[in-house]
């Protein structure tokens, strides 16, 4: 194990700039997951880690010493990839050998090495098979045994369950956070997927166009996102995000929109007429479908959305529609519990209850409250 520390972090191919000078210290054991859109530059972070791409400018560091120049097989760290990259002529016990082979140790050094990973991963039943006749599953556990077999200071995992069927990802992410609470390991893991970030990561580093977006733990992030960007990539479905002015209505702050759609705001360091965005997760917003109580201010909260779709997951509902009947602007989504009685075409009133707002700076995309 090991800590990370990654300093101003910068790489161009040839005069093209992909990653703009990140800054990340990352704790001995921890698990930190770069989550982005594609094109983010997270990959290209972890392969300039791994030593498999040259740092154009900064200092990477792994257990305090400076490993910028050290060539890939001395950084002492293994990686899993996306594609699993197994021998597909040698057997699972030969894959998650072939490390220690190539480093020439004897096997009364690895095999207990072998053994120990094979039983932790529950690959003992299939060492002897090679790795057509196993599952997408199984081949990633044998990757992972390969890593794990290294005992590295640090191990990389890059979009490893991407491969996987949406039920065998869960379970491959549950056994991947086992796999670390046992081994105490630090752990870079990327992905796109929120969801994976969400779940797994002790916190998570956010990436958008190859910079740091926020660092922080995931309900850190979930609760407070920093920016515009964070708070729409974080959390599946979407935050909601209604933009407008600042206004004050009989003393009370609110977001007018376009169409004079009024929505009362938490009291923040914006100015009246400021452009603002208001966001709310679309399961703190509130149906009310026999119609919406006023606030103590006497500011209309009367917001109805007709509904374009429905989408039932059995715990909850998802119904998407338009606010106000503006169409492709303030498209939003109501996460609810309740088995509403309410079709498609229908209009549906709603509350944002104000302390569970977010406010954004429309121009600069930062919080606001």
């Known amino acids: 194990m090991a800590a990370v520390q990654l300093k101003n972090i910068v790489k161009h191919y040839e005069q093209t700039p992909v990653v703009h000078g990140i800054d990340l210290d990352i704790a001995d054991g921890e698990f930190v997951v770069l989550v982005g859109p594609s094109g983010c530059g997270k990959s290209t972070l972890m392969r300039m880690v791994a030593g498999l791409e040259e740092i154009t400018a900064g200092d990477f560091y792994i257990g305090g010493q400076r490993a910028n120049d050290l ?33 020439r140790e004897p096997e009364t050094s690895y095999r207990p090495r072998i053994e120990a990973a094979a039983k932790m991963l529950n690959l003992v ?27 590295p200071a640090l ?22 956070k086992s ?46 996102p920093a920016n ?27 977001l007018r929109t376009a169409n004079n759609l009024r929505i009362p705001v938490p009291v923040s360091s914006a100015r009246q007429g ?27 909260t009367s917001v109805s959305m007709s509904i374009d779709s429905i989408e039932p997951t059995g715990a909850e509902t998802y119904f998407y529609g338009n606010l106000d009947g503006i169409l492709n602007e303030h498209t939003c989504c109501l996460a609810s519990r309740e088995r509403l009685s309410v079709r ?25 409250n």
């Open 228 to 254: 515009l960007f964070v708070a729409s990539f974080i959390g599946s479905p979407g935050m909601n995000l209604i933009a407008g002015i600042l206004s004050m209505e009989e003393g009370q702050p609110c």
């Open 155 to 176: 191990f990389l995992f890059d979009e490893p369950l991407s491969n996987l069927d949406a039920k065998l990802r869960v379970q491959m992410r549950a056994e991947i």
């Open 179 to 224: 796999l670390h609470q046992r081994l105490k390991n630090t752990v870079m893991y990327v992905t796109h997927d929120q969801i994976e970030a969400m779940t797994m990561g002790d916190r998570i580093v956010v990436m958008n166009a190859g910079r740091i977006e926020q660092v922080g733990k995931p309900l850190d992030l979930y609760d407070r």
């Open 125 to 151: 039943p299939y060492l002897d098979r090679l790795p057509k006749a196993l599952s997408g599953g199984q081949r990633q556990r044998v990757a992972m045994g390969r890593a794990v077999v290294r005992e």
């Open 274 to 300: 400021q452009a603002i965005t208001l966001g709310i997760r679309p399961e703190h917003v509130v149906a009310r479908p026999s119609g919406i109580a006023s606030i103590s201010t006497d500011v209309s």
């Open 344 to 368: 498609t075409g229908e209009k549906l009133p709603l509350h944002f209850p104000i302390e569970l707002c977010h406010l954004f700076d429309s121009q600069t995309g930062l919080r606001l």
């Open 71 to 103: 060539p890939a097989q001395q950084r002492n760290i293994a990686m899993v990839f996306q594609s699993y990259a197994l021998y597909p002529h040698l057997t699972v016990y030969e894959n998650i050998a072939f490390g220690p082979k190539l480093r």
